[in-house]
C-alpha cells in the first residue's frame, strides 16, 4: 500500500528545509550490484537524475547553435573570425547563461540525487594537447569545479562524463567532432592526449567526494554505432589504470553503450570499484506503449543472465518518447530492479520529451555563428536563462517527480545544525536518509516492511525510556510494528511499537510505548516490519519517565559563525573549534561519522561535535587532535608522505601520521605540521567553499594556517 493512495504529495519544494545541509559522505564505493556511501560500508545511494547535456558540447539538433555543424568547428569558426580572446568570451557568455546556481535548485527539489555532467575536452585543453590556464597558471578545471560545488551544496552527486575525447571517440556530433569513428583509435597523440586528461582530471577531484565517479568515455565505438569492441576495452583499461595511479577511491564507469554483450566481467582486467553504464532508445516506436514497455522488460531481462558480473547497473542515457505511460513504466521497472539512471536531457531548444526544460523561443536565441555579429552572438547566448526563456515539460517534471520520491536513499537537508535533543518534537520528514518511503511536508507514507528511516546526531540526553509517535493506519492493516534501532538499521534494537487501528490512514493518533532506557548522542533509525501499509508517520519525540533528562551537548541552534575568541594556542587536554585563516571555515568530520576512515574537510562552524577537537599534548612539541563526535584522531591515510595526501579520522594509536607540531605563525594562527612527512594540514586548492577536503602538503600560504578557538 502506497503512500499515494493515503494522503496526496506537495510540491517537493516544500521539501527543502532550512539550515545547512551536512556534506556528502566519504567516497560512493561499489558493494556487489549495490553502491554505498561511507567507503562501500555505509547506506545504499542510488544515482537517479539527469544529463547537463548541451553546457560543454553543443548538438545542433537540441542547443542553440547555427553556422557550425559541431562544436569543434563552432570553435575554429568563432576563432576565425574574433580571435581566441573572443571565442572564448563568447562561450563563456552562453554557459554562464545556460547553467546557473537556480538551475541546481531545481533538480535537487526534483528530488535528484545526481547528475552526468558530459565533458567536453576542449574547453580545458587546446588541440594541441596544451592546457588551457587559469590567471594562477593551474590547468583550468573551474567550470567543472564550479559544477561540482553546486551540486554539493544542493545535495547532488556529480558523474564526470568524458563526453568529447581528444580526436573524437565515435565521429558523432554529440562527441564534439563529426568525421568517421574518430580519430582516437588510430592517433597515439590523441589517445596520449586522454590518458592526460583523465590523470590531471583525477588527480584535482580525487579528494573530492561530491563526485560519484568517472564515465570513461561516452559510447565509443570504432565504427559507429556499432557497439564497444576489443580495442574500446583495452582504451577503457588504459585510462582505469592511468585514474587508479593517482585515485585509489573513486568509482570507474565504463559503458557497453547498448548492451551487456559488448563488455566482458571486470575481472578479466583486473577491475575493482566500477560501474557498467548503457544507454537504451527503443527507436521508431514513439508513441507505442507495449513496444516500449517490452523493451524496456527485454532489458532486464538481459540483465539476469549476466548477474554474475556482481557490479551495478546504469542507464547514463535513456528516453522513452511521447507516451507518459511509456516513462512511468519505465522509471518504475528501472527503480524496482536497483538501478541507477540519468535521462537524457535536462534543457533544449525545443525537443519535446527529450529536455525536462524547453526553450520558448529558440529560433530567435540561436546564433548563426558563421554570419551574425559578435554582439548578435552574445546576446543570443545569453538568453538561455532557464527562468527568462525555458519553459517546464510538465509531464516529465510530474514523472521525474513521482519516481525520484519511492525507494531512493536520499540524503536529505536538515534543519538543524549540531544535535536534535530527542525530548523536543520531530517532524518525521525531516530525515536525513530513507530507503523505501514517500513523503511531503506533512509526513512519512510507504512505509513497508523493510523500508527505514534515518535520523542523525540525535541527542538522547543522559536516558529517554519512552517514544512517543503521532501515526496513522487503517483498520485492515493495523497491527504491524516499528522497530527503533541505534546506528543502523540493525544495530542495537531498543524498542518495538505494534501500530494500533486508528481508524484511517488519515486518522492521526499518538502511540506512546515503552523502550529500554537510552542516553548519548546516536543516529536512530525506524524500520518498518510486518508487511505493507505499517503506518503513516506525523512526529516522533522521546520521553523521560523521571523527569530529569539533561543534554549531553550544549543547546542547539548554535552560532553560524566560527566563535571569535582566538588563543596564542591550544591548553592539553581542552576542546576547540580549529578554524582555517583564509575561509573562517572549520575542520569538519564528513557526514559526521563516526567510522575510520572518514574524510576531513572545512565547514561553516554550526557547534557540531564532529567541528569540535580535544587537543592532547604528546610531549616534545607534538600534538594530537581527537574529535568530540567520534573519539578519533586526525590521520594522514595511508601513512604517506606525499603532497595530496588525504586527511581522515583513524582510531587513536600515537603514530607518527597522527601526531602534528604546532609552529607559531602570529595573530594567533599556527602550522600543523605532521611529523612523519614535515607537511602541513592544507585546504585544497586553497579553497573557501563549505566541503573542500583537507589534504597534507608542503607548508605555506592561509589556506594552512590554523587557529584554535574555545566552541
Given at each position: 500500500?502506497?503512500?499515494?493512495?493515503?494522503?496526496?504529495?506537495?510540491?517537493?519544494?516544500?521539501?527543502?528545509?532550512?539550515?545547512?545541509?551536512?556534506?556528502?559522505?566519504?567516497?560512493?564505493?561499489?558493494?556487489?550490484?549495490?553502491?554505498?556511501n561511507q567507503n562501500g560500508s555505509g547506506d545504499?545511494?542510488?544515482?537517479?537524475?539527469?544529463?547537463?547535456?548541451?553546457?560543454?558540447?553543443?548538438?545542433?539538433?537540441?542547443?542553440?547553435?547555427?553556422?557550425?555543424?559541431?562544436?569543434?568547428?563552432?570553435?575554429?569558426?568563432?576563432?576565425?573570425?574574433?580571435?581566441?580572446?573572443?571565442?572564448?568570451?563568447?562561450?563563456?557568455?552562453?554557459?554562464?547563461?545556460?547553467?546557473?546556481?537556480?538551475?541546481?535548485?531545481?533538480?535537487?527539489?526534483?528530488?535528484?540525487?545526481?547528475?552526468?555532467?558530459?565533458?567536453?575536452?576542449?574547453?580545458?585543453?587546446?588541440?594541441?594537447?596544451?592546457?588551457?590556464?587559469?590567471?594562477?597558471?593551474?590547468?583550468?578545471?573551474?567550470?567543472?569545479?564550479?559544477?561540482?560545488?553546486?551540486?554539493?551544496?544542493?545535495?547532488?552527486?556529480?558523474?564526470?562524463?568524458?563526453?568529447?575525447?581528444?580526436?573524437?571517440?565515435?565521429?558523432?556530433?554529440?562527441?564534439?567532432?563529426?568525421?568517421?569513428?574518430?580519430?582516437?583509435?588510430?592517433?597515439?597523440?590523441?589517445?596520449?592526449?586522454?590518458?592526460?586528461?583523465?590523470?590531471?582530471?583525477?588527480?584535482?577531484?580525487?579528494?573530492?567526494?561530491?563526485?560519484?565517479?568517472?564515465?570513461?568515455?561516452?559510447?565509443?565505438?570504432?565504427?559507429?554505432?556499432?557497439?564497444?569492441?576489443?580495442?574500446?576495452?583495452?582504451?577503457?583499461?588504459?585510462?582505469?589504470?592511468?585514474?587508479?595511479?593517482?585515485?585509489?577511491?573513486?568509482?570507474?564507469?565504463?559503458?557497453?553503450?547498448?548492451?551487456?554483450?559488448?563488455?566482458?566481467?571486470?575481472?578479466?582486467?583486473?577491475?575493482?570499484?566500477?560501474?557498467?553504464?548503457?544507454?537504451?532508445?527503443?527507436?521508431?516506436?514513439?508513441?507505442?506503449?507495449?513496444?516500449?514497455?517490452?523493451?524496456?522488460?527485454?532489458?532486464?531481462?538481459?540483465?539476469?543472465?549476466?548477474?554474475?558480473?556482481?557490479?551495478?547497473?546504469?542507464?547514463?542515457?535513456?528516453?522513452?518518447?511521447?507516451?507518459?505511460?511509456?516513462?512511468?513504466?519505465?522509471?518504475?521497472?528501472?527503480?524496482?530492479?536497483?538501478?541507477?539512471?540519468?535521462?537524457?536531457?535536462?534543457?533544449?531548444?525545443?525537443?519535446?520529451?527529450?529536455?525536462?526544460?524547453?526553450?520558448?523561443?529558440?529560433?530567435?536565441?540561436?546564433?548563426?555563428?558563421?554570419?551574425?555579429?559578435?554582439?548578435?552572438?552574445?546576446?543570443?547566448?545569453?538568453?538561455?536563462?532557464?527562468?527568462?526563456?525555458?519553459?517546464?515539460?510538465?509531464?516529465?517534471?510530474?514523472?521525474?517527480?513521482?519516481?525520484?520520491?519511492?525507494?531512493?536513499?536520499?540524503?536529505?537537508?536538515?534543519?538543524?545544525?549540531?544535535?536534535?535533543?530527542?525530548?523536543?518534537?520531530?517532524?518525521?520528514?525531516?530525515?536525513?536518509?530513507?530507503?523505501?518511503?514517500?513523503?511531503?511536508?506533512?509526513?512519512?507514507?510507504?512505509?513497508?516492511?523493510?523500508?527505514?528511516?534515518?535520523?542523525?546526531?540525535?541527542?538522547?540526553?543522559s536516558g529517554v525510556d519512552r517514544l512517543k509517535?503521532?501515526?496513522?493506519?487503517?483498520?485492515?492493516?493495523?497491527?504491524?510494528?516499528?522497530?527503533?534501532?541505534?546506528?543502523?538499521?540493525?544495530?542495537?534494537?531498543?524498542?518495538?511499537?505494534?501500530?494500533?487501528?486508528?481508524?484511517?490512514?488519515?486518522?492521526?493518533?499518538?502511540?506512546?510505548?515503552?523502550?529500554?532506557?537510552?542516553?548519548?548522542?546516536?543516529?536512530?533509525?525506524?524500520?518498518?516490519?510486518?508487511?505493507?501499509?505499517?503506518?503513516?508517520?506525523?512526529?516522533?519525540?522521546?520521553?523521560?519517565?523521571?523527569?530529569?533528562?539533561?543534554?549531553?551537548?550544549?543547546?542547539?541552534?548554535?552560532?553560524?559563525?566560527?566563535?571569535?575568541?582566538?588563543?596564542?594556542?591550544?591548553?592539553?587536554?581542552?576542546?576547540?573549534?580549529?578554524v582555517a585563516k583564509h575561509s573562517g571555515r572549520?575542520?569538519?568530520?564528513?557526514?559526521?561519522?563516526?567510522?575510520?576512515?572518514?574524510?576531513?574537510?572545512?565547514?561553516?562552524?554550526?557547534?557540531?561535535?564532529?567541528?569540535?577537537?580535544?587537543?592532547?599534548?604528546?610531549?616534545?612539541?607534538?600534538?594530537?587532535?581527537?574529535?568530540?563526535?567520534?573519539?578519533?584522531?586526525?590521520?594522514?591515510?595511508?601513512?604517506?608522505?606525499?603532497?595530496?595526501?588525504?586527511?581522515?579520522?583513524?582510531?587513536?594509536?600515537?603514530?607518527?601520521?597522527?601526531?602534528?607540531?604546532?609552529?607559531?605563525?602570529?595573530?594567533?594562527?599556527?602550522?600543523?605540521?605532521?611529523?612523519?612527512?614535515?607537511?602541513?594540514?592544507?585546504?585544497?586548492?586553497?579553497?573557501?567553499?563549505?566541503?573542500?577536503?583537507?589534504?597534507?602538503?608542503?607548508?605555506?600560504?592561509?589556506?594552512?594556517?590554523?587557529?584554535?578557538?574555545?566552541?
Amino acid at each position: 500500500m502506497k503512500l499515494l493512495s493515503r494522503f496526496a504529495l506537495l510540491p517537493l519544494a516544500a521539501l527543502v528545509l532550512a539550515g545547512t545541509a551536512a556534506a556528502h559522505s566519504s567516497f560512493l564505493k561499489v558493494d556487489g550490484r549495490l553502491v554505498r556511501n561511507q567507503n562501500g560500508s555505509g547506506d545504499p545511494v542510488y544515482l537517479r537524475g539527469v544529463n547537463l547535456g548541451g553546457w560543454q558540447v553543443h548538438e545542433t539538433w537540441m542547443s542553440p547553435l547555427a553556422g557550425a555543424s559541431d562544436d569543434y568547428t563552432m570553435r575554429k569558426t568563432l576563432s576565425q573570425r574574433f580571435g581566441d580572446a573572443g571565442r572564448d568570451a563568447l562561450i563563456n557568455a552562453y554557459q554562464d547563461s545556460y547553467l546557473q546556481e537556480k538551475d541546481f535548485k531545481i533538480l535537487s527539489e526534483l528530488g535528484m540525487s545526481a547528475v552526468r555532467l558530459p565533458i567536453y575536452y576542449l574547453n580545458h585543453m587546446n588541440e594541441d594537447g596544451s592546457w588551457k590556464r587559469d590567471a594562477a597558471g593551474k590547468i583550468d578545471f573551474r567550470r567543472i569545479e564550479w559544477v561540482v560545488a553546486m551540486a554539493k551544496k544542493y545535495r547532488l552527486y556529480v558523474i564526470l562524463d568524458l563526453h568529447g575525447a581528444p580526436g573524437s571517440q565515435n565521429g558523432a556530433d554529440h562527441s564534439g567532432r563529426i568525421g568517421g569513428s574518430g580519430q582516437l583509435w588510430n592517433n597515439t597523440g590523441f589517445q596520449n592526449q586522454a590518458l592526460t586528461f583523465w590523470r590531471e582530471l583525477a588527480t584535482r577531484f580525487r579528494n573530492e567526494p561530491t563526485v560519484a565517479g568517472y564515465d570513461l568515455l561516452n559510447e565509443p565505438s570504432l565504427n559507429y554505432p556499432d557497439p564497444a569492441t576489443r580495442p574500446v576495452l583495452d582504451m577503457y583499461n588504459r585510462f582505469y589504470n592511468e585514474i587508479r595511479a593517482v585515485d585509489p577511491n573513486h568509482i570507474v564507469i565504463m559503458e557497453g553503450i547498448w548492451d551487456w554483450t559488448a563488455i566482458t566481467r571486470p575481472s578479466d582486467y583486473g577491475w575493482t570499484n566500477v560501474i557498467y553504464e548503457f544507454h537504451y532508445y527503443n527507436w521508431g516506436n514513439d508513441s507505442n506503449y507495449q513496444a516500449q514497455a517490452s523493451f524496456v522488460d527485454g532489458k532486464i531481462a538481459q540483465e539476469k543472465q549476466y548477474l554474475s558480473y556482481n557490479v551495478p547497473h546504469y542507464v547514463g542515457e535513456f528516453m522513452l518518447f511521447n507516451l507518459q505511460s511509456s516513462w512511468e513504466y519505465a522509471l518504475g521497472k528501472y527503480n524496482a530492479a536497483g538501478w541507477h539512471w540519468t535521462s537524457w536531457t535536462y534543457k533544449g531548444t525545443n525537443v519535446g520529451n527529450w529536455a525536462l526544460y524547453n526553450s520558448t523561443n529558440a529560433g530567435a536565441n540561436t546564433p548563426n555563428v558563421a554570419t551574425d555579429s559578435y554582439a548578435t552572438i552574445e546576446s543570443k547566448w545569453r538568453s538561455w536563462d532557464v527562468e527568462k526563456n525555458m519553459a517546464p515539460n510538465t509531464m516529465l517534471t510530474g514523472v521525474f517527480k513521482a519516481a525520484l520520491t519511492g525507494r531512493n536513499s536520499l540524503i536529505r537537508n536538515l534543519p538543524y545544525e549540531g544535535s536534535w535533543r530527542a525530548i523536543d518534537k520531530l517532524e518525521a520528514e525531516n530525515f536525513y536518509a530513507q530507503s523505501g518511503v514517500s513523503f511531503d511536508a506533512a509526513g512519512i507514507g510507504s512505509f513497508d516492511a523493510g523500508d527505514w528511516l534515518r535520523y542523525i546526531d540525535v541527542d538522547l540526553g543522559s536516558g529517554v525510556d519512552r517514544l512517543k509517535l503521532r501515526l496513522a493506519v487503517d483498520a485492515a492493516y493495523a497491527g504491524k510494528q516499528i522497530e527503533l534501532h541505534l546506528d543502523s538499521p540493525t544495530g542495537a534494537q531498543v524498542g518495538t511499537v505494534t501500530v494500533p487501528n486508528t481508524g484511517g490512514w488519515s486518522t492521526f493518533q499518538e502511540i506512546t510505548t515503552p523502550i529500554q532506557r537510552s542516553s548519548g548522542v546516536h543516529d536512530i533509525y525506524l524500520v518498518a516490519k510486518g508487511g505493507l501499509g505499517v503506518a503513516n508517520l506525523d512526529w516522533l519525540q522521546f520521553e523521560d519517565s523521571t523527569g530529569t533528562n539533561t543534554p549531553t551537548n550544549p543547546p542547539t541552534n548554535p552560532p553560524t559563525n566560527p566563535p571569535t575568541n582566538p588563543t596564542t594556542g591550544p591548553v592539553s587536554g581542552q576542546t576547540y573549534a580549529i578554524v582555517a585563516k583564509h575561509s573562517g571555515r572549520a575542520l569538519d568530520v564528513r557526514e559526521r561519522s563516526a567510522v575510520d576512515g572518514a574524510a576531513l574537510q572545512q565547514w561553516s562552524y554550526g557547534g557540531g561535535t564532529n567541528q569540535q577537537w580535544v587537543a592532547q599534548s604528546s610531549g616534545n612539541g607534538l600534538w594530537q587532535l581527537r574529535s568530540v563526535a567520534s573519539g578519533r584522531c586526525v590521520d594522514i591515510t595511508g601513512v604517506s608522505t606525499a603532497n595530496g595526501a588525504a586527511v581522515q579520522q583513524w582510531a587513536c594509536t600515537g603514530g607518527a601520521n597522527q601526531l602534528f607540531k604546532l609552529e607559531d605563525q602570529g595573530g594567533g594562527y599556527f602550522y600543523l605540521r605532521a611529523s612523519h612527512s614535515n607537511k602541513c594540514l592544507d585546504v585544497t586548492n586553497v579553497s573557501t567553499l563549505d566541503g573542500a577536503a583537507i589534504q597534507q602538503w608542503d607548508c605555506g600560504g592561509d589556506n594552512a594556517r590554523w587557529t584554535f578557538r574555545a566552541p
